[in-house]
């Protein structure tokens, strides 16, 4: 299982709509996804406009196939140019040991 963290720097005046259209249209389609298990939004409390998403999924090929399809519907050309001021960055990470 791995763990991913997507960090993305938000416009400011988009913030609002973002979130709101995420999970209401997005965020269920991705934990529905085959391969995640887990799901999490959250929002950096040091800077406002950077929300983050930390999810588990079984393998990196699932997250690269999510990630594909995510690409072929158009949405992540469409997220970048309306709501994000910065490139995503993506973290993957191993998950070694639960306790």
Not at 68 to 76: F, I, K, Q, Y
Request: a negative charge; proline letters at 4%.
């Amino acid at each position: 299982m791995i763990l991913v963290n997507l960090q993305l720097a938000v416009k400011p005046d988009q913030l609002d709509a973002m979130k709101t259209r995420f999970i209401h249209e997005v965020l269920p389609d991705t934990r529905n996804y085959s391969g995640c298990s887990a799901l999490y939004m959250t929002e950096n409390i040091d800077i406002p406009n950077q929300v983050e998403f930390v999810s588990i999924w079984d393998s990196k090929e699932h997250y690269d196939t999510y990630l594909n399809w995510r690409d072929e519907t158009g949405l992540l050309a469409e997220m970048a140019e309306k709501y994000l001021e910065a490139d995503p960055v993506f973290r993957f990470l191993a998950i070694e040991k639960e306790f």
